[in-house]
T-cell receptor
Framework: RKEVEQDPGPFNVPEGATVAFNCTYSNSASQSFFWYRQDCRKEPKLLMSVYSSGNEDGRFTAQLNRASQYISLLIRDSKLSDSATYLCVVHQDSWGKLQFGAGTQVVVTP | EAGVAQSPRYKIIEKRQSVAFWCNPISGHATLYWYQQILGQGPKLLIQFQNNGVVDDSQLPKDRFSAERLKGVDSTLKIQPAKLEDSAVYLC????????????????FGPGTRLTVL
């Protein structure tokens, strides 16, 4: 079983619609969680951290469910510029080792 | 603020040849990471440095890969000899020294070096 699993997609989303997807992780001792965004042929960039209580950053909402060991990302009012691959990232230890999922591709269409 | 610099951006070599990649992290970032990202997969950590010491190299294929960070700033990653399956993007990232998970989870990536092994 992979340590971090994601639905690869693609999720085809009409502009203005809402899209949500999950990520599951296997290590129950994982300390913190993040979503990174990666545009085609570009480097990953931090989108947002995921807190236990859930958190929002503009149109983006992240949730953590420790009991079921998954995190989720919801994008409201999708923009064409939201088209990217979203990487689920789990922080494994105190030295900063990150475990990346393979990513979920989102394609926002006009 | 200057970001993480990497060179070269692209490299094409034949199998069994050697190749080296260079990385200059963000100024003041003591932690440096090298990742391998194969097409369709997420980045996989190869090696992590804290200043010039190795923190984690458990996934580095040490029979052919080596990395160093002699003065705690720049780093080089070498592959010798290269295999076809080494074709990937090699990403360098850096972060602040911190045991606070939320802080050290913020890693800044360079543009990567796209390696093609023929």
């Amino acid at each position: 079983r992979k340590e971090v699993e994601q639905d690869p997609g693609p999720f085809n989303v009409p502009e203005g619609a809402t899209v949500a997807f999950n990520c599951t992780y296997s290590n129950s001792a994982s300390q913190s969680f993040f979503w990174y965004r990666q545009d085609c042929r570009k480097e990953p960039k931090l989108l947002m951290s995921v807190y236990s209580s859930g958190n929002e950053d503009g149109r983006f909402t992240a949730q953590l469910n420790r009991a079921s060991q998954y995190i989720s990302l919801l994008i409201r009012d999708s923009k064409l510029s939201d088209s990217a691959t979203y990487l689920c990232v789990v922080h494994q230890d105190s030295w900063g080792k990150l475990q990346f999922g393979a990513g979920t591709q989102v394609v926002v269409t006009p | 603020e200057a970001g993480v610099a990497q060179s070269p951006r692209y490299k094409i070599i034949e199998k069994r040849q050697s190749v080296a990649f260079w990385c200059n992290p963000i100024s003041g970032h003591a932690t440096l990471y090298w990742y391998q990202q194969i097409l369709g997969q997420g980045p996989k950590l190869l090696i992590q440095f804290q200043n010039n010491g190795v923190v984690d190299d458990s996934q580095l294929p040490k029979d052919r890969f080596s990395a160093e960070r002699l003065k705690g700033v720049d780093s080089t990653l070498k592959i010798q000899p290269a295999k076809l399956e080494d074709s990937a993007v090699y990403l360098c990232a850096s972060s602040l020294v911190s045991r606070e998970p939320s802080a050290s989870g913020t890693q800044y990536f360079g543009p990567g070096t796209r390696l093609t092994v023929l």
